[in-house]
């Protein structure tokens, strides 16, 4: 019986979204770049993805890709399993128990035909996080005051209030 794990071989953006990953992460460009490693923004964007209900099917217009090398997946493989398992269990669009929805979470995938749906589930939800970042860092134009030097900084707290800091109402 075949065993199949996640995140251990290399990630491809393609089409738009790796134009998009490359405005969201500029390699050696700390000043511009929103991410320091590609990494990161595949880490964010499934949960983005996840958080906003937003999947996107794969972009096949010509555009040079962004690779996630195998080694750089396999550093990440224990954040990454667990967001896995995070949608897996809250994904629960079977209707099915929330025991039976955590025991699906976590136990070993045995089929190619649900390894290649989990895996593209999670990869929906990563094109759909870059969707939602592109538009709130890049394309979002903040308006620049005191308490905020910077559009960038801007942009950052207001992705941050949407989806990290609960309000107070």
Known sequence: MASYEFFKKEFEFRGKHARMVGELWIT????????????????????????VDRKVEVDYSPTESKSIFPEQMIGA?????????????LENKEGISSEESVKKAFKVVETK???????DLFNSYVRGGVEELYE???LHKSEIDEEFYDEKTANLMGLLDRFVIPSHS
């Open 28 to 51: 050696n460009d700390y000043e511009h770049t929103y991410f320091r490693r590609l990494i990161d923004v595949y880490l964010v964007a499934a949960i983005i993805g996840f958080r």
């Open 77 to 89: 493989k224990e954040d990454l399993d667990f967001i896995m398992q995070m949608i897996v269990m």
């Open 113 to 119: 035909e649900e390894f290649e749906y989990y895996r």
């Open 136 to 138: 709130r860092l890049v």
